[in-house]
Structures are given as C-alpha cells and as structure tokens.
Nanobody, 116 residues
Framework: QVQLVESGGGLVQPGGSLRLSCAAS????????MGWHRQAPGKQREFMAT???????NYADSVKGRFTISRDNAKSTVYLQMNSLKPEDTAVYYC??????????WGQGTQVTVSS
C-alpha cells in the first residue's frame, strides 16, 4: 500500500506561483510513475502531469510552459511548481502514484485558489 499526502495549496493572486508537494509513504519501493491531476468545481478530474522514476515527464497542454513536475526519489516526494497562475487553475489538486503492479493510489487533495 502507498499513502500520499499533499501540501502547499492556498490562495494566490493571478500571475503568482505556488509549489505543491506530495510525500509518499508505505510501499515506496514499488512506486513507478507519480503525477498530478486536478478537479475544479462541477468538472471532471483532469490530468496535469506525470513523472517516471527516470524523471521522464509528460504534461497536459493547458499547463505546458507554466507548470513543472519534479521528483526527489530519496525523499519519496513529487513536486508541482506552478507559475503564471490563472483563475481557471483554481481546483483541488490530487497527487497520484502507480506502482509496479499497476495499482493507482491517490492523495486526499489540496485546494488551490487563484483570485485577486
């Protein structure tokens, strides 16, 4: 079992930046890909970014050039650096991890609000 805990959300003005963190615990040896999704009110959860153990990354078109995913394998932590934030980035951001048996785990989410 993998447990994930996100942190770093909050209120930020348009154009500002936030860095989200997601710390993994439990069967961390089994983690393969980690990533981030988000869910805005009244909308489906949508893919943001993923990163593999070898730091290969993939991004949604909506955040390319603004968001950067990174990973510290020694700390079992994945980060999402978010720059040039827009009001439409307001959502609950969820961390996820896929293990070597293809099991998907989710964190509890952290709220990001972009507003003046």
């Amino acid at each position: 079992q993998v447990q994930l805990v996100e942190s770093g959300g909050g209120l930020v003005q348009p154009g500002g930046s936030l860095r989200l963190s997601c710390a993994a615990s439990g069967s961390i040896f089994s983690i393969n890909t980690m990533g981030w999704h988000r869910q805005a009110p009244g909308k489906q959860r949508e893919f943001m970014a993923t990163i593999t153990t070898s730091s290969s990354t993939n991004y949604a078109d909506s955040v390319k050039g603004r968001f950067t995913i990174s990973r510290d394998n020694a700390k079992s932590t994945v980060y999402l650096q978010m720059n040039s934030l827009k009001p439409e980035d307001t959502a609950v951001y969820y961390c996820n991890a896929v293990d070597i048996w293809h099991k998907l785990s989710w964190g509890q989410g952290t709220q990001v609000t972009v507003s003046s």
